[in-house]
């Protein structure tokens, strides 16, 4: 056998070994070929490649139709939009009447994030409660110690959508009057895993139906699933070209790469958005999708489906791991390969390692450190929408370059910063806080709870 | 298992010129029985053919001695000695990513067997497991008293010093800087957002119930004290508030 490595030999050392030959295939027939392997490996067959799979919903409907359960409903008042989902199911996202469900990492560390959604939702006129009655997914912690068990993540599921569904009724509106709209990623992932395992577990319900009872969140006696987990990127998404329409800023010159979440499309896959206009349908459309309806340029880079590096006990305690992983795997072959501007993430874990674990890389050496603004794709669109970078997006709590981005966009950052300077010194010597909402609305039960109407909607302050 | 006069090292691997087992056959098919009895178990493993996807696409097995494709096969091939080892130390390097599972072509979640291998080794109070949760503890304080997870007081350069001085780019106090937020929610330091004396109170019931508390103890006996002490305090609130209503109400 010949050597295929020994040069002037007539081969050439290809990876298929000496024995390949053409295969000198006809125009039609390379074209059949060339079609399965687009169909196998460019779309995204990785995800969908697989038996088994089930649209859960139906599960739910049929529980519903039984009286197991009662199904928390997206009404027409919610004024939903249809998307389709990995597999082309549809998939209906509420757009207005929203009740939202904070994620404790976005509000403990980059409160600018959800604070562009309000700001973005007062702009449009959506309706919304934010109150303090709900609790986190306790996600975080149970994916990071085991601290918890199914039944634990189903009980503080079930309790928090059924505050969502109750919530209105402190402001003399209807039950189901608000649907949940979910923060945070992990939350997310979590609650869609979790309800899957509730309609398929009788056992599991039975478990539960016991807590809720005793907390008295069951209606007519029976658990409360919602119709559809929802995430605030998904309503960013369906809401993308109402967006652009308020948009003041030209972000056209910005190069964004995204970083899309783990727990919003690899855990139940299946209920994640692809959207044939946006990349093909190749990515899931959340965030990218918005982002180049506001005239951005996504550019695609290599470890594109790589997770950040949060991995919910490591960024903790396996801090070596998480800045390797953030720096290297992300945040280097975004800047180095995509020359990208920034990177744009939805999910709380991913912005907070992707955007905080960048100044270790000067540790690197010379050369070797890498810097690149990261944020929320909510909080780029209310850049360019206009709102003020530092009281709405507040951007002062991110430790990643955003002042780059801001120059990019033509904001003067600096003036903004001195103006913001001023409002924060006014605080401290007891001037009132600017609000979005009417702050007496945070509270829908206990102590320092008033009945107040709903028609109370003051104006946003200016941007 | 052995017994108290063993070294460290000899809990974890036995004596090499003894024929007793490190740890007792029994107490092995105890720990699988429980991760097995999950369940989610048997959603989670169909089968494997080693083929390794799992481990190509895992961020952790980039960095550590980690293989989700071995986490499978061990729970597979029910290799009882194999999956004790992997649970002292390989499954706490897991990123729970689920890349694994997006991408598995039998839809195994490797993640999510770690998960359940996770839960018994609490279960269990396995040593390494309370070594290797001690630095979590502050989540889990924040977590089990207040239903957050994160606060903005845990977030401070003398705990993250590795991120830098641009932990805030505008010099104030936390607490001027939290106000300077326009959602009322979030004007806190201690909290992520300001949670409902009655939120705090039900979500006690539910770790009561679902045994989260029990798990506590068994793993750092110190924390559980605590987290039950500040429940007290809370129930105790949350009763005067309620004896308070019925007052005003006659």
Known sequence: MTDPKTPGNGERFTGHGSEWTPANLSASDAQVATQWVEQRI???????????????????????????????????????????????????????????HKSCGQCGNIPGYPVSLLWLMNKMDIRYLDETDQTSCTAWNYHGSGIGNIES??????????????????QGLPEGYYYPLVHCGTSFGNYKEVRGYLLHSAKLRESVTKILGKLGRLVDGKLLIPEEVVHYS??????????????????????????????????????????????EGN??????????????????????????????????????????FAIDRKIRVAVEEAKSDVMIGHDTGCITTLDKNQ????????????????MADVQFAALVCGADPYKIVQTHWHASPI?????????????????????????????AAEQLYDPRLRLTSGPGFKPIKREVIPPPPSA | MA????????????????????????????????????????????????????????????????????IVQLLWTENLEGIYDAMQEKIWSCAQCYTCAARCPFKNSPGGLVMLMREVAIKHQMQSAKDVLRPFSRV????????????PDMINPSHFADWGPNISKVEAPLKVLRKAIPMATLNTTETAWEVNLKTSVELYTIWEMTGVLDQLEGIDENLFDVITDIMDEKRADWKDFLEEQEDNDD
């Open chain 1, 234 to 279: 998904e309503w960013v998404h369906v809401m993308r070209h109402r967006i652009r329409n308020m948009q003041t800023i030209d972000a056209s010159g910005v190069r964004a790469t995204i970083h899309p979440a783990c727990h919003v499309y690899k855990m139940v896959p299946e209920d994640a958005i692809y959207d044939d206009s946006v990349l």
């Open chain 1, 153 to 170: 993540l189903a009980a503080v599921f079930l309790r928090n959508f059924h505050q969502a569904y109750v919530a209105a009724k402190a």
């Open chain 2, 140 to 151: 889990m304080l924040k977590l089990v008293s207040t239903g957050n997870q994160l606060a």
């Open chain 1, 42 to 100: 460019d779309k995204r067959s990785m995800l969908t490649n697989k038996d088994r799979v089930e649209d859960v919903r139906d599960v739910m409907w049929q529980l519903e139709k039984e009286g197991q359960i009662k199904v928390h409903r997206i009404r027409d008042e919610h004024e939903p939009v249809e998307v389709k989902t990995l597999y082309g199911w549809t998939k209906r996202i509420p757009t207005n009447q929203l009740w939202h």
């Open chain 1, 283 to 324: 990515r899931v459309a959340v965030s990218t999708g918005v982002i180049q309806a506001l005239g951005a340029n996504v550019i695609d880079y290599k470890t594109w489906y790589d997770c950040c590096g949060f991995g919910f006990r490591h960024i903790i305690s396996e801090r070596e791991f998480t800045r390797s």
């Open chain 1, 403 to 431: 002042e780059t981005l801001l120059e990019k966009l033509g904001i003067d950052w600096q003036a903004k910063k001195v103006e913001f300077e001023a409002y924060v010194k006014g605080l401290q010597s007891g001037s």
């Open chain 2, 3 to 70: 017994d108290g006069s063993a070294t460290r090292v000899q809990d974890f691997i036995g004596d090499p010129v003894s024929d007793k087992p490190a740890v007792p056959r029994a107490k092995l098919e105890q720990i699988f029985r429980d991760i097995q009895e999950d369940m989610r178990y048997d959603h989670e493993l169909n089968g494997c053919l080693n083929c390794g996807i799992c481990t190509a696409t895992c961020p952790a097995a980039h960095y550590y001695d980690f293989s989700p494709r071995e």
């Open chain 1, 359 to 374: 100044w270790i890389s000067k540790a690197g050496g010379e050369g070797k450190a890498v810097e690149l603004p990261v």
